[in-house]
């Protein structure tokens, strides 16, 4: 077994190789959910109005349903008066027609009777017994929302892409859907691997850690609409990462192996890629990140992250948020969110290598994170990194720089 990279590539080279391989591996896919379980879901088509809403004319306000030409000329000073011949709360319906003199009292909601073309509000009438002094005059639908006047029947009410929040899915109530197509989330699980790896409620022994990035990525990939699933801890065993990984692939279509990806011992991943599947991708010329390395297996996707936390989420970041979530429809034209800013301190970059700084943004000052790519801390507090290009030497201190904001 080698342990050199032998795919080593450059930034925007492997860019393109990790999207083409999810394109051409992995297709977007649809499912029908219940509308009521469906917040924050994408919709996977177009969707049209069923039915006129109102369905009906509406009143707006709880008063009396007139003829607006009965209300002309009335002033508190001189009153029209009106015969009451019904009472409509909503949802109820009437055989009883409003004619010239005649008014029937009517609720918010209520369809408007049959020869009504207006509603006075009760604040502006006085009723008495089976009669009512009208206080103002009214225009024709004055307080009345006319049949289809949110949304006609036939129109184009959704978009496909578009996400489901509560007022998107009140537009869907109205329309009487019960069940609605959305992007099916990709499936994707993790695999932490090392000989030094403990999860959280174990004992942790001397020289062993935390597993991290287990978790780390797997809420990344539930960020860009994925089905994450973390599978658990492999040991830097050739016959068990290739057991857990054959297991793994039988439950998703895309898996993040987290270490055992740098030159050396613990270089297993490439040599298990190789058996079953062809390795596209063996390191990238960046920092943090190198060591990753990425694979196909029976049209399944196979991306071994660095086992430091920073170099794990920047590589997530950097390269698979994008065609994550384009497979999961969340943005059909993903671009991740970039700010201008200057920097406070001086950066020295490797030359010959593409370099991602950490650094917190303080309104206009972007201030580097200076820590090495296992400092845990040092993810809760950044915002995004700059992009260091390989020729760059020296970023100096009051320089303007581009952000990039993490998902």
Known sequence: MGTEFLKIMECDDASDIIRDLFDENLKPESEQINVGEAYGRILFEDVYSRMDFPPFNKALKDGFAILSSDSFGASEESPNTLEVIDFLEAGAITDNKVEEGKCIEISTGAAMP???DAVVMVEYAEKFEDKVNLLTTAVPFQDVAKKGSDIEEGKLILKKGDFLNPGKIGVLLSQGFETIEVYKKPSVGILSSGNEITL???ELEYGKIYDVNGGMIKNDAVSCGADARFLGVMRDDYDEVKEKIIESLNEVDILFCSGGTSAGLGDVLKHVLDELGEVYIHGISVQP??????GIIDGKIVIGLPGN??????????????????LAGID????MKVIKGKITKRIHSQVGRMQYQLVKVDGENILPIFKDSGAIFSLSTADGYVKIPKLVELVDEGEEVEVYLFN
């Open 114 to 116: 049959d020869g009504a």
């Open 200 to 202: 959280q409620g174990e």
């Open 289 to 294: 990140g190198k060591p990753t390395i990425v």
């Open 309 to 326: 936390p920073v170099s794990a989420l920047m590589i997530f970041n950097a390269f698979v948020a994008e065609p994550l979530t384009k």
């Open 332 to 335: 059909k034209n993903f671009e």
